[in-house]
């Protein structure tokens, strides 16, 4: 599954390198910059897998979905007056769960995608993210402590990590007005999984 996922990463940076922000407003580079570092969250979780520190990388998760679910909420959702906070840096006000209702209340979110990758990622994502029991208990193994993880685990994360970077990776695109990166990058992950 790795070697999968290095490939998807690789063919990710090179069909996003074309993308570009003519012409984008505040909310459009706010929206983009909040996607961007989802992506970046893909590229460290695979990277400390890659290095064989997985607990740091399922740690990363929750906040890979969270500038994902931003990202879309500032494009399609938040008022000006939202948009304006975040760059005063006041925060958003509006929770996850708030922001995902206000997504999926929308015709290109309403199919269900965004609340099944919610529960996918967000009930275990944080006892990963706070050290939580599962986290500890897979650091526990007869009378050693260390990194217990097996290939499940990992390949478990690496394959919910990567389809949320693809997700992403089309918002962005679409975001961009590049239609070709689009169908580049569909194709890629196709042919890789």
């Known amino acids: ?40 969250h893909f590229h460290s979780i ?8 997985p607990a740091s990388g ?17 494009n399609y959702c938040a008022t000006d007056e939202q ?8 925060g958003f006000k509006k929770n996850n769960f708030d922001m995902l209702s206000a997504l999926e209340r929308l015709d290109k979110f309403n199919d269900g995608r965004l609340a099944h990758l ?3 990622v967000w009930d275990k994502s ?6 939580g029991s599962i986290q500890a208990k897979w650091h526990i193994d007869g009378e050693s402590i260390g990194s217990m993880y097996t290939n499940k685990e990992i390949n478990g994360l690496l394959m919910v990590s990567s ?4 997700s992403n990776s089309l ?15 569909v194709i890629s992950h196709k042919r890789i999984f």
């Not at 944080?126 to 050290?131: A, L």
Request: with cysteine; charged share 25%.
């Open 1 to 40: 599954m790795k070697a999968k996922v290095n490939r998807w990463a690789q063919s990710l940076k090179t069909h996003s390198r074309s993308l570009s922000l003519a012409n984008a407003d505040k909310r459009k580079k706010l929206a983009l910059a909040l996607m961007y570092l989802s992506n970046e």
């Open 46 to 53: 695979l990277h400390l897998c890659n290095r064989g520190i």
């Open 58 to 74: 399922l740690a990363l998760l929750r906040p890979q979905y969270e500038a994902y679910i931003r990202g879309l909420w500032i």
């Open 83 to 90: 948009v304006g906070r975040v760059y005063a840096d006041k």
């Open 118 to 120: 919610n529960g996918v």
């Open 126 to 131: 944080h006892d990963f993210s706070h050290g």
């Open 163 to 166: 389809s949320m970077s693809l």
């Open 171 to 185: 918002s962005i695109a679409e975001l961009c007005d590049n239609g070709k990166v689009s169908q580049k990058l």
